[in-house]
Nanobody, 122 residues
Framework: QVKLVESGGGSVQPGGSLRLSCAVSEPIDTVNTMGWYRQAPGKERELVAVVLEDGRTVYANSVKGRFTISRESDKNTVYLHLQMGILKPEDTAVYYC??????????????WGQGTQVTVSS
């Protein structure tokens, strides 16, 4: 069963930094687009940043210039990182890792991590 394991959330003061990581233990040639999404209380889940299959990155306007998404892999694990800087209270949310994965049944399915809380507060 595909599992996305997230780490790195926590509490930080405004202006601070955090790094989120997500690990997917699947062959690298089956993992397509990966991204980070977030959901604040009372709001819908929104895109933060994605790495497309061709390596291009896309960011939400609200995080451009402050967040950096990156992807790396070894033989059987793909890692997705989100370096977050100049954090603001409005960045407070549960952050979710997402991956599009080609299954053994040749379907491309969406998978989500369990979510990690990021709280920005003084």
């Amino acid at each position: 069963q595909v599992k996305l394991v997230e780490s790195g959330g926590g509490s930080v003061q405004p202006g601070g930094s955090l790094r989120l990581s997500c690990a997917v233990s699947e062959p690298i040639d089956t993992v397509n687009t990966m991204g980070w999404y977030r959901q604040a209380p009372g709001k819908e889940r929104e895109l933060v940043a994605v790495v497309l299959e061709d390596g291009r990155t896309v960011y939400a306007n609200s995080v451009k210039g402050r967040f950096t998404i990156s992807r790396e892999s070894d033989k059987n694990t793909v890692y997705l990182h989100l370096q977050m800087g100049i954090l603001k209270p409005e960045d407070t949310a549960v952050y979710y890792c997402n991956a599009e994965i080609l299954t053994k049944g040749l379907q491309i399915l969406d998978y989500w991590g369990q979510g990690t809380q990021v709280t920005v507060s003084s």
